[in-house]
Every structure is written in C-alpha cells, then in structure tokens.
C-alpha cells in the first residue's frame, strides 16, 4: 500500500472545500490514526512512545482509501524507568491532541508548550467558588484528594472558552478549580484560552473543540487521574460517533436542542433481532416448503421494546417485499374482532396502492384466493373482511333465496370454527415464496379466549386438506406479551403450552429484560447529542432508578429536562446535571408516575385533545376526530393532536391516531376524573349520533356502540335516544355473530336489552322480541344454556302469534337434539309442523302406514319424472320462495335428524315429506338430505333398490349443485356412500 501524500499536503489540497466536508474526512484521518496509536500501546505495553512520533509533519494519508492514515516513521524505544503505562497512554493522548489541532485548524501552529509549575511544595488542589477558596491536601488523606479531583474531572470542560463557568445549573454558579502541582505541567489560562479561540474562529465545531480541549489537559491531573480512561477507548469512541452521525455529534446542532430526542433506534437487541431476522430467513427461502410453522413469541415487561423489535424487523422484511399483517389487541378490542380489522387493513392497504395491486405476485394471489373460496365461502368472508371485495373479483352472486331458512343452527353451531378455518387459509393463500408474511399479534395478553382460538387454528396445518399444498411454511406469526400478565389460569399460557407439544411447530422464545448500562450510555449520549464518556455518570444513575427498561430511560430524561436537573448551557454549549441533587431529589422509581407528570406539563387544550383520543381506546381513525374535532371543549382536535405528537406521545399514519406506547394511553385514562369522564363521553355519543347518519353510521357503529356501553344505561344522558342505543347494539351483535365473535355478540344483546324501557314489549314489540331472540342464539353458542332457556321462555310467554315463536322453538329444538334429548325435540317438531301445515299419521309405527307414504312419493316421482329418465336434472326444480314451506322445511329437517338418532320409523315419513314438499315447492338448502333419506328409505322398507339408486345419485347432485347446498354436504355423502350405495 502507498502513502502518496503527507497530512499538511492533504490539509492544504483540502483548503476551500466546503467545511463540512472538510471536517467530516478531517475526523475520518484522526479516528484512523486513534486505532491504530492504541492497537499499537496494547502490543507494545512494554514500550514506550515518544512524543517525536506523534506530531503532524509525521502523519501520511493513503489518497485512495478515504480517511486511512498512518504514521511515517515509529521510534518504539524500551520503557523507561519511571514511567508507568498509564502514563504512556495519557502523554500519547496528549501528542495526538496536538495532531488534531493542526489537523482541524488546517496547520494552525499550536499555543507555546505548557510550562513547569513549581511554586508549592505539596500537591494540592486549590478550589475556587466565588471569593471562598479551601485547599485539599494530599497530608487530609488520599480519599479527600481523589474526591476533588472527581470533581475537577466532572467541571473540567469548564476552563473552556465559551465559558469560564458553569450556568443555568440548579446549584448555582460553580468555581473554577485550579490544580497547582510541582510533578505536573499546566497551561498558562491565556495560552490555552488562545488555544481553543484559534479552533472556535477556524469554525472547528465544538464537539471537535471539546475533545481536542480534553486530549490538551489530559496529562494535567498527574498520577492520580485522567480526563480518559487508561487507553483510546473513549477517544475512538468520540471519533466513532462524530462518523457514524455526523448530524447529531459532529455539527453543531446541540443548540437547537433543549430537550433530548430519543431517537427510534435499537439499543441492546441486536441478539435478539439477528434471532428473529435467521427465522425469517428460513420462513423465505426456497427450501422453506413442507417445512414447520415458525412462531416466535416475544416476552417481557411493559416498555421493554417488544413492539420496537418487531417494528425493526417488519421494516426490514416490508423493504424485501414481505406481506405484513399487524393486529393489535387492547381493553377494548380483544377478540377475533381485532384480527379480523388487521386482515381488512391489510387488503385496504393493496387496494390503495397502485403498485401492489398491478404486482404480478398480488394478482396471483388474488387468483388463489379466488380458485380455493368457493361462491359462498367467499361471500362469507367478504362480508366478515369488507376490502377482500374489492380485492378479489367475485366468480358470481348466491341467490339470496338459497339462505332464506327460519334459524339455520348448524351453520351457528359451525361458524367459529368455519371463520377460523377461512382467516387459517387466506392467511397460507397470501403468503408465498416470493412474498411470504409476517403476521404480528401484539399484545396478546389482552386476547379473549376466541382470539386465542383463532391463533390456534392459523397454526394448524390446513393447506393440504384445502387441495392447494402446504404454505404455512411461508408465514412467520410472532406474539408479543406481557410476562408478568400471562398466569396459569389465562388462554394464553395454555395456548402456548399447546404449541410447544405441536410436532408441526417450531417455537421460538424470546425474553427482553432490561438493557445493560453500556446499551443505556449509548441511548443518553444519543438523545442528548453528547459524547459517552461524559454522560457516563448520568447514564449510570439512570440505569439504577430505570433498571434498562428502554422506556423508563426516555420518560426519565425528560422528566429530569423538565424538572431543570438537567440542562443545556448555551454559554458553555454542554450539558450539565448534578448527580447529588438528582440523588436527594425525589425522582419517581415509576413509569408511569413519570408519564402522568409529563401530562400534567402539558398545555390544557393538547391534554385535553388527548383525553378525547382516549376516550376510544388506543387508537382512533381520523375519520371519527373529525366528527368531534370541537367536542369537549375542543376547538380543534386535530390541530391539538399534532401538537401531543411533536412530543412523542402519539403516533399518526395512514390516518390512524394511536398512543405511542400502551402505558402513556393508560396514563392518560388514569388522569381524567371519572365524573368527567363520564359527561366527556356522553358529549362524544351525542355528537357522534348527531352528526352521522346511514352508512356513515354503519362504518363507525361499534366505535359508537362501545362509547354507549362503557356508560351503560344507568349514566347515559337523557338527550340521547335509548332506543336508538338498543337498537345500535342490536346491530353491533348481529355483525359480531356474523364474525363467530359470540363474547362479544353476548355484551352488546345484552346492553341492547338494558336499553329497553318498561313495558318495551308493548311499546317496542319488534325491536325487543329481535334482541331476547338473539340473546338466546349468542347464549347457546356460548355454552350457557340456562340463559338461552331462560331467554326462550320470555319469549314464549310475550309473543303476539305462534309465528314469532318459531326462531327460540328451532334453537331449543337444536340444543335438546345435541343434549341427547331426541324424543322431547321430536315432539317439539312435530307440533310445530302441524301448526305449519304438515299433519302426520297417528299410527306412524305401523309398517304399512310407511310404505303407503313412499308408494305414493314413488307415484309422485314417475309423474314428475318420466321412468325413461335415468337420472333427475336440478334445473327442472324450482327455487322453494314459499317463506311457510322454508319453515316448514328447516323443522323437517331437525325432525329427521332427532327421529334417526331414535331409530323411530318417523325418519321415513319425515324423509318423504321433505321430498314431496320439494316437489311441489322447489327445492332448498334441505331437500338434499330429504332426497338421501327417501332414497335409504327406498332401499330398506321398499326393497326398491333401483329408485334408491336414482334418488340418491340426485342427491349427490343436488348437494353439489350450488355453496349455499354444501352446508349438508357431510350427511348427504354419509347416507348415499355409507348405506344406500353398500347395498350394491
């Protein structure tokens, strides 16, 4: 390697460049030559560096590899007696302070060399504070002599030019200390001011001054202490620091900046990440096929930076073309709900982007999407997923008549599970080699039982059953949580044990704890635009009262800011603290003490417009502020806002407004007066209600619905219609069972229903026989089957005809079928079939009185259908539009079902009755089984093989005819491939 060019030839090529430029090569060259001056005292730490090497005339610059530099000629000579290696290091700090000064001063010749100071004859320091000056000696004790000199230390920048002492600090203005001593040498006050005022007026940037200044006086406190510690290390690392961010630690930026700016790095998880970042990789790459599912779950406590991490890695991944799908659950969002909302926004977010909805990779996912969901399922979850409609074209509209059936209950028996398997499969549909996706469930202590249902079901392995291969392998899911809030006895704690013995997954723990005190000097020293090795001490008390909780860290500088513990000089240009006054002050070992003491700082309208914001939870779309931008005594919310979010309280993108960190939203609610509270809220439901209407209303109904129940029905002021509240409940519920979320289906009935005055049967017949009608539904999906009888018997006693009966008499007949009670739910079916116009034989034991019924189906069926035809065609039926004989058709149905379980030949009379009633009527979603039945009944009582034969090949047809008839698809091949068919 050549080194063309000497250090002056390069200072004065440089000459005329633009400064900044200028000085950031400039610290380039002098953190070169800092590494190698100190790897060069590690090897030779028995020799001894003379001060003849380390000057400017002997320092060369490699031109062509930028800042690396050297030294010419190296004099390594043996140790000499007496001195030390310790003060090896400091004289070779002191030289290359010199170099620098050149350096940075473009050769500017260096202030005559210090001079030997011999006046006294014992070491002592003379400290100065104001006109009273004490003198410590080293003959007081060793401890007193260290003391002063820590504290000479910690002032040391004070003999600066920019300033002779210390302002603004809380203790008053400080004395300049004076260490007189015979073995040391010391600069002439007015040389070394005509020192730093030639780099101040060569335009040297302070951070640059103040080292250079440090370096200059580092061989002043003699054998018992340095400005650095016994090697380069902090000189490299300031170096380092002004390379790495020139913007922050070069430049003077500092006096710009009263406050510190703790920026949205990664301090301390650099294990952590890289873990991650591995699982991702294997996640994308090729071989990923067939291989587990990867989980990984984040642990730790509130305001550990699990949230952080992951938002470090989603950056990374979204940059390599990663799918990302975050869901965030809350107090207020718990459930499938919140997973769901995560899947909309993500197909939202594709809608709205140009790019990615012409990508090649999106349109063939949106061709999966559309190849695996048959009509109905996909209907299913576009109406659960709204964006997915504009997502994916749809192969057609299901007839509306098709669904039209009294109480379908295996479809609410089966729904939780059929939601979970869809969002299980979109989400292996979406993900791919060359997009693969990172699903982020963030704060999953919060998460009901059905959320963590729904986490259980994305985890199985589907794909292969689905017929389009196994995906899971291209789907990263990470969880977030809090340890402390995850016991035993929560969903979550089990889940997680479930997945641990699942073979088909590969879990990943990983456990944030607090940051070391090297990770927490890092993030001081970067907030405050400051070197480490003088925010040491700082950083060290707040790593003991914060325990490297990262958030603590961020509230406890800035309450220390606030408080004037900590502040910036602007005459001296430093920052300055008082560790005693820090110490005896009573600064709060709690975040969240901390985080309601910053609020309470804030102006009254900012504060204001932030409890407003709380009052819906942890997040809220801009669309709602801006109903109750003047609400609560707002003359602006969002102009309030902006102003919470230029103090790190907020966040805001893609117009969502949300609490930077879980505890600062908890903060906040802590803060407001539950009377206050209480009149905030009633204001926000009645503005919402009064300034929003139709479809505006549906796109915010469950903001408005849980505004409304946190007050309930008691608190809710009279100005606001409470009809129209149980009625905006009664919706709120029927869309969450439309989504399986039954829990959260079971609260809004419920305070639908205490909505409802005295007398609402009379008053408010339709709106109260629709909520206790629900209520018994969301109660029998939820497993609490005194409640749902309960229910049924209010409405059996309050309702006007037998027809608004017959909903709550299909659900009791349901549950007393799975309850085993066949005979009872039999009973139940056969009155209410009498009532709908379906009489049946007395004597249904009777054989005889079975075969005449399937003879005379059978006359039926040859005049319907020529005996020429060999098989029935779907199109010559009709759709059944009859709204009694659908009724009559769901009854017959649960009466087939019971009567099978029974073994009763009413099975037989049932069956032929469904057929009959197709015949005449058209067909439905039940006629399928009703031709499968009729067809075993041909088989085994008639004896007519071939009829049973025909009949049954219907029945397959008619079952795979159209979605909406696959719902029966299980017990249609059950009785046709399991019995009828064996008979073959």
């Known amino acids: 390697m050549s080194w ?32 190698k001056l100190d790897s060069r005292c590690e090897m030779n730490s028995d020799g001894y560096i003379t001060e003849g090497d380390i000057v400017f005339s002997n320092v ?157 006086m580092n061989d002043e406190l003699g054998d018992f202490g340095s400005l650095f510690r016994h090697d380069f290390s902090d000189v490299v690392e300031d170096l380092k620091q002004m390379c790495d961010n020139p913007d922050l630690f070069l430049y003077d930026t500092l006096p710009t900046r009263f406050m510190p700016v703790i920026c949205d790095n990664m301090y301390g998880r650099g294990k952590e990440l890289q873990v991650a970042d591995d699982i991702a990789g294997k996640v994308s790459s090729p071989k990923a096929e067939g291989m587990k599912q990867e989980v990984i779950m984040i642990s730790g406590h509130s305001g550990c930076g699990k949230s952080m991490l992951v938002n470090e890695l989603m950056t990374s991944l979204e940059k390599n073309g990663w799918g990302i799908i975050q869901c965030k659950f809350d107090t207020l969002s718990s459930g499938t709900s919140a997973v769901i909302l995560a899947f909309d926004q993500f197909f939202s977010d594709i809608n709205t982007m140009p790019d990615l909805v012409n990508n090649l990779e999106i349109q063939v996912i949106r061709d999966r999407i559309i190849e695996t969901f048959d009509e109905a399922n996909l209907e299913f979850l576009c109406s659960v997923v709204p964006s997915l409609r504009c997502f994916a074209s749809k192969k057609g509209s299901i ?13 609410v028996q089966n729904s939780k599970y059929r939601l979970n398997l869809l969002i299980n499969l979109m989400a292996k549909l979406i993900s791919s080699e060359r997009r693969p996706l990172l699903l982020f469930l963030d704060d999953l202590h919060w998460a009901d039982d059905a959320a963590v249902d729904l986490l259980n079901t994305i985890l199985e392995d589907v794909g292969e059953e689905a017929g389009f291969g196994s995906s899971a392998s291209h789907t990263l899911l990470i969880g977030a949580f809090r340890n402390n809030e995850v016991a035993c006895e929560h969903p979550l704690f089990k889940c997680l044990q479930q997945i641990k013995q699942d073979d088909h997954v590969s879990l990943s723990e990983i456990q944030l704890r607090g940051l070391r005190r090297e990770d927490v000097e890092l993030m001081v020293s970067d907030a405050l635009s400051y070197p480490r090795r003088l925010t040491r001490s700082l950083s060290k008390l707040i790593h003991q009262k914060s325990m490297g909780n990262p958030l603590f860290v961020r509230e406890l500088l800035n309450d220390l800011c606030a408080e004037n513990l900590l502040t910036y000089s602007l005459s001296s240009r430093k920052w300055e603290w008082d560790e005693d006054t820090i110490q005896e002050k009573n600064v709060s070992n709690s975040v969240a003490e901390l985080l309601t003491r910053q609020l309470l700082r804030l102006p009254d309208a900012v504060l204001r417009g932030l409890r407003v914001m709380s009052c819906f939870g942890a997040k809220v779309h801009q669309r709602v502020l801006s109903y109750v931008k003047d609400a609560c005594g707002n003359s602006d919310i969002i102009i309030e806002l902006d102003c919470a979010l230029s103090e790190g309280l907020i966040e805001h993108s893609k117009d969502i407004f949300k609490f930077r960190h879980d505890m600062i939203y908890e903060a906040v609610v802590r803060g407001i007066d539950r009377n206050d509270q209480i009149n905030m809220i009633g204001e926000l439901i009645k503005t919402l209600l009064t300034r929003t209407f139709g479809e505006e ?43 399986a979320d039954f829990a959260s289906a079971l609260g809004y009935i419920e305070s639908g229903i205490s909505f409802l005055g005295r007398g609402s049967w009379d008053s408010n017949y339709s709106l109260t026989l629709s909520l206790f009608e629900k209520y018994a539904v969301v109660n029998w999906a939820q497993g609490n089957i005194d409640a749902m009888k309960a229910s049924i018997e209010t409405v059996s006693k309050h309702a006007r005809c037998f027809d608004d009966k017959l909903k709550s008499i299909h659900l009791l007949v349901h549950s007393l079928g799975l309850d085993g009670k066949s005979a009872k739910a039999t009973s139940h079916c056969i009155a209410v079939l009498e009532y709908l116009g379906e009489s049946f034989p007395q004597n249904i034991d009777d054989p005889s009185c079975i075969a005449q019924e399937l003879l005379d189906l059978k006359l039926r069926l040859k005049a319907f259908i020529p005996a020429t035809e060999t098989t029935f065609r779907v199109n010559d039926f009709p759709v059944m539009q009859d709204h009694k004989k659908l009724e009559a058709m769901s009854f017959l149905y649960e009466s087939a079902c019971s009567s099978y379980q029974q073994k009763s030949p009413l099975f037989n009379i049932v069956s032929a009755r469904m057929v009959k009633l197709s015949l005449d009527h058209g067909i439905c979603v039940q006629s399928s089984l009703g031709f499968a039945s009729t067809a075993l009944a041909f088989v085994l009582v008639l004896r007519d093989i071939s009829e049973g034969y025909r009949l049954g090949k219907f029945a397959l047809s008619l079952v795979s005819s159209n979605s909406a008839f696959k719902v029966l698809l299980p017990e249609v091949y059950c009785i046709v491939y399991g019995i009828v068919r064996s008979v073959f």
């Open 4 to 35: 063309p060019t000497s250090l002056s030839d390069w200072v004065a090529c440089r000459r005329g460049e633009p400064s900044k430029n200028f000085f950031l090569a400039a610290v380039k060259i002098a953190l070169s030559l800092a590494i």
């Open 697 to 739: 209303i549906d796109n915010i109904l469950f903001v408005i619905v849980d505004l409304i129940n946190r007050l309930g029905s008691a608190m809710t002021p009279n100005s606001v219609d409470h009809l129209q509240c149980a009625r905006l409940n009664l919706s709120a519920g029927e869309k969450s069972i439309q989504t």
């Open 399 to 411: 007839d509306s008549n098709l669904h039209r059936s009294l109480f379908n209950s295996s479809e």
């Open 60 to 216: 060369v610059v490699n031109a062509e590899l930028t800042g690396d530099s050297d030294f010419r000629t190296k004099s390594w000579t043996d140790k000499e007696s007496g001195k030390s290696r310790d003060l090896n290091v400091r004289a070779a700090i002191l030289c290359l302070g010199r170099v620098f000064f050149e350096l940075f001063t473009s050769g500017a010749a260096l202030p005559p060399k210090p001079i030997e100071n011999t006046d006294t004859e014992s070491s002592f320091l003379s400290i100065s504070e104001g006109k009273k000056t004490s003198t410590v000696s080293v003959d007081d004790g060793i401890e007193s002599y260290e003391s002063a000199i820590h504290e000479r230390l910690h002032a040391s920048y004070s003999k600066s030019p920019f300033a002779m002492k210390i302002s603004n600090c809380p203790g008053g203005e400080r004395g300049i200390l004076s260490i007189p001593n015979k073995h040391r040498r010391a600069f002439d006050q007015d040389e070394e001011r005509s020192a730093l005022m030639l780099m101040q007026t060569a335009g040297v940037p302070s951070s640059v001054c103040r080292l250079i200044n440090d370096m200059l």
